[in-house]
């Protein structure tokens, strides 16, 4: 620690450490390009999933094993970022796994079974989880601290990068192995947590509100608030549910079930992800304008009448338009819940909230491949929709609880 203070007091920032001082613009910058980084990264992966399915040899039950891996890292380490987060700093911790991601996501082309995958990807969910838990925490304290619920643009922020991060990845992936384009993608990761990793550093999280949860001498949640982070929690987790769902098997259901080509699979994902950006884009303004429980409960209906039309259409362009829609109703939903939870409780807030959501992940890709061999991927796939009614509800609950 004493050395990481004199790191941190020796690089220059616009803070100075003056805690009256209003958030930095570089601060915002950088922690907006570790979000983008993160859905480039991760999108990058899931384009290549078909390609080093088949190269492993996996089966659709076996690929769900192996891609439990992602989501049981980044749950485990979720379960201690908080805790991080708290001893460290949000900066520090969102650095160093950015470096641990951009390392890590050059790991799964270099597997030739399921098991060895399923191992590997444990080690990028680690990576990822810690990140997530981080970024989100650092942009809670920001968010706090700017007095406007911006939290969707640096979720935008990810959305873009998953949009960016698919598109060149369904450019590549006919005229580039998945070894040398996640070896590429490695070096981009360095790049970026280069760049925007010490302004992180040279700055000091702002400091909390006056009175919020978790911040100063304020006391621990009591059990009322616990019981409203659950409900964020399970609010999130039906969202990373469809996230993780599209992601790990959106370009598999267009290439395997309607013969779409490569490139057109690859840009499924890519559709979902630039709707999921221009619903962020716009999530400040609706919350500002409709409230959490309105955007909470139009956002999971939305999405629950596309991801049926994109399970169940019998053409690609209706599939892609449904991916697109369900981009668009799970968009604010994510920020919003993790976001609460955050003001509500602090890092602990925000780790049990991305721990739950990120359980939604856990859930999703062996659910939905142990389904797909049972009936099939499009019914499969149904069970997104399911999940975002239930988002929905809950949304509507998590008004009466909070005047309750």
């Known amino acids: 620690m004493p050395q990481l203070n004199k790191l941190r007091a020796a690089l220059p920032g616009d803070m100075g450490g003056d805690p009256a001082a ?11 390009l570790f979000f983008a980084l993160d859905g480039f990264l991760f999108a990058g992966w899931v384009v290549r999933i078909p390609a080093i399915k088949h190269q492993t040899g996996a089966s659709a039950a076996t690929l769900g094993l192996a891609l439990l891996g992602v989501s049981a890292g980044a749950v485990v380490t979720m379960m201690f970022a908080g805790r991080l987060c708290r001893r460290f700093g949000s900066h520090p911790v969102t650095a160093v796994c950015g470096v641990l991601l951009s390392l890590a996501i050059a790991l799964p082309a270099q597997t030739h079974s399921a098991l060895s995958l399923g191992l590997v990807l444990l080690l990028f969910g680690a990576a990822y989880g810690g990140m997530n838990v981080a970024m989100n925490s650092a942009a809670v304290d920001l968010v706090a601290a700017l007095r406007r619920p911006v939290m ?20 590549v992936a006919g005229g580039l ?11 981009v990761g360095l790049l970026v947590t280069a760049v925007a990793g010490p ?26 608030t616990r019981r409203l982070v659950l409900l964020f929690g399970v609010i999130a987790l039906c969202t990373a549910y469809g996230e993780g769902a599209l992601a790990d098997w959106g ?10 080509h490569p490139g057109v699979a690859a840009a499924g994902y890519s559709l979902f992800a630039l709707a999921m950006t221009a619903g962020r884009l716009s999530g400040t303004a609706l919350l500002e304008r409709l409230g959490q429980t309105r955007v909470l409960v139009l956002g999971g209906s939305t999405a629950a ?29 994510f920020p919003v819940a ?10 602990g807030g925000v780790a049990a909230a991305s721990t739950l959501g990120y359980g939604g992940m856990l859930l999703g890709p062996p659910a939905i491949g142990f389904l797909a061999e049972w009936a099939s991927l499009p019914v499969a796939l149904t069970t997104v929709a399911l999940l975002a009614v239930a988002a929905a509800v809950l949304g509507f609950g998590a008004r009466n609880a909070a005047h309750g």
């Open 22 to 32: 209003p958030p930095s613009p570089r601060l915002r910058t950088a922690l907006t």
């Open 152 to 171: 969707p643009g640096f979720h935008a922020a990810f959305s873009l990068g998953g949009m960016v991060g698919a598109g060149l990845g369904g450019l």
């Open 177 to 187: 192995s998945p070894a040398v384009h996640l070896l590429a993608l490695t070096g």
């Open 199 to 224: 302004v992180l550093l040279s700055h000091p999280a702002p400091p909390p509100v006056a009175g919020a949860a978790g911040g100063g001498g304020a006391p621990g949640p009591d059990g009322r």
């Open 251 to 260: 370009a598999l259901h267009l290439e395997q079930d309607l013969r779409a």
């Open 305 to 333: 009448a596309g991801m049926l039309l994109g399970a169940l259409a019998p053409s690609t362009w209706a599939v892609l338009l449904g991916f697109a829609v369900t981009g668009l109703g799970l968009a604010n939903i």
């Open 338 to 347: 993790v976001g609460r939870a955050g003001a509500l409780a602090g890092p």
